[in-house]
């Protein structure tokens, strides 16, 4: 059964990843089933859909129909200035440890990574900024289906997060909460919060530029379209 090559194939995909998001990790259904069937089965459960449901997505994009709806050339420099940050976000995610990921209990103030000052959720801002980019950049229906879908969840996965950290240990949560913010740099700005850039570490932005430099020159070949 051919589940890609229509604009109704990647508009299933895209509602069925936000929903198994929201409706089954974002409700009191998950805890119900992780009662049914154990924390780990679960996770790998989860796992397993989320990225059977992501292949699938990606598939009915790459052959989707293309329908324009505005012009590229006004919004592509928004990908070029937003990536950068984007991609340190998305490596400073993965080289500190995340105290918004299951299993990994809630610091206390003074233990927070310094990332983690600047916004508790720099994997889904990350993804915030890549998605909201690629989808002015591209500037076609299928890619506001797409990215959009990503940029919804992106944006709703904080709130989820923090309510279920929330729910766990409401004590821990509220010290957390109270030198870190969603939004970056909030907590910064309103004088909450404190980094410096050892904090971050100069080796982290390294990565970025260097993944960055990557995508500019590889873009054409692996993704099949030239960054403008």
Same mark, same amino acid.
């Given at each position: 059964?051919?589940?890609?090559?229509?604009?109704?194939?990647?508009?299933?995909?895209?509602?069925?990843?936000?929903?198994?998001?929201?409706?089954? =990790?974002? +409700?009191?259904?998950? @805890? &119900?089933?992780?009662? #049914?069937? %154990?924390?780990? *089965?679960? !996770?790998?459960? $989860?796992?397993?859909?989320?990225?059977?449901?992501?292949?699938?997505?990606?598939?009915?994009?790459?052959?989707?129909?293309?329908?324009?709806?505005?012009?590229?050339?006004?919004?592509?420099?928004?990908?070029?200035?937003?990536?950068?940050?984007?991609?340190?976000?998305?490596?400073?995610?993965?080289?500190?440890?995340?105290?918004?990921?299951?299993?990994?209990?809630?610091?206390?103030?003074?233990?927070?990574?310094?990332?983690?000052?600047?916004?508790?959720?720099?994997?889904?801002? =990350?993804? +915030?900024?890549?998605? @909201? &980019?690629?989808?002015? #950049?591209? %500037?076609?229906? *299928?890619? !506001?289906?797409? $990215?959009?879908?990503?940029?919804?969840?992106?944006?709703?996965?904080?709130?989820?997060?923090?309510?279920?950290?929330?729910?766990?240990?409401?004590?821990?949560?509220?010290?957390?909460?109270?030198?870190?913010?969603?939004?970056?740099?909030?907590?910064?700005?309103?004088?909450?919060?404190?980094?410096?850039?050892?904090?971050?570490?100069?080796?982290?932005?390294?990565?970025?530029?260097?993944?960055?430099?990557?995508?500019?020159?590889?873009?054409?070949?692996?993704?099949?379209?030239?960054?403008?």
């Amino acid at each position: 059964m051919n589940l890609t090559g229509t604009m109704m194939h990647l508009a299933a995909a895209a509602a069925l990843f936000v929903g198994i998001h929201v409706v089954v =990790s974002g +409700t009191p259904l998950r @805890a &119900a089933l992780v009662r #049914a069937i %154990g924390e780990r *089965a679960y !996770l790998a459960a $989860f796992s397993v859909a989320s990225g059977a449901v992501i292949f699938w997505m990606v598939a009915a994009y790459n052959r989707a129909p293309s329908l324009p709806l505005w012009q590229v050339p006004a919004f592509a420099w928004i990908a070029i200035v937003v990536m950068p940050v984007a991609l340190f976000l998305f490596v400073a995610a993965f080289t500190a440890r995340n105290p918004t990921v299951v299993g990994v209990p809630t610091p206390r103030p003074e233990s927070i990574p310094g990332v983690f000052r600047i916004t508790r959720h720099p994997f889904m801002w =990350s993804v +915030t900024l890549w998605s @909201a &980019a690629h989808l002015f #950049a591209n %500037g076609d229906l *299928a890619s !506001l289906v797409f $990215f959009g879908a990503l940029l919804l969840l992106s944006l709703v996965g904080p709130f989820l997060i923090d309510a279920k950290r929330r729910a766990k240990d409401p004590e821990a949560w509220v010290r957390f909460a109270a030198v870190t913010s969603n939004v970056p740099l909030a907590a910064l700005l309103a004088g909450r919060a404190r980094v410096t850039w050892a904090e971050l570490g100069w080796w982290r932005f390294a990565i970025a530029a260097i993944a960055y430099a990557a995508l500019v020159h590889f873009h054409a070949s692996l993704i099949g379209v030239p960054v403008r």
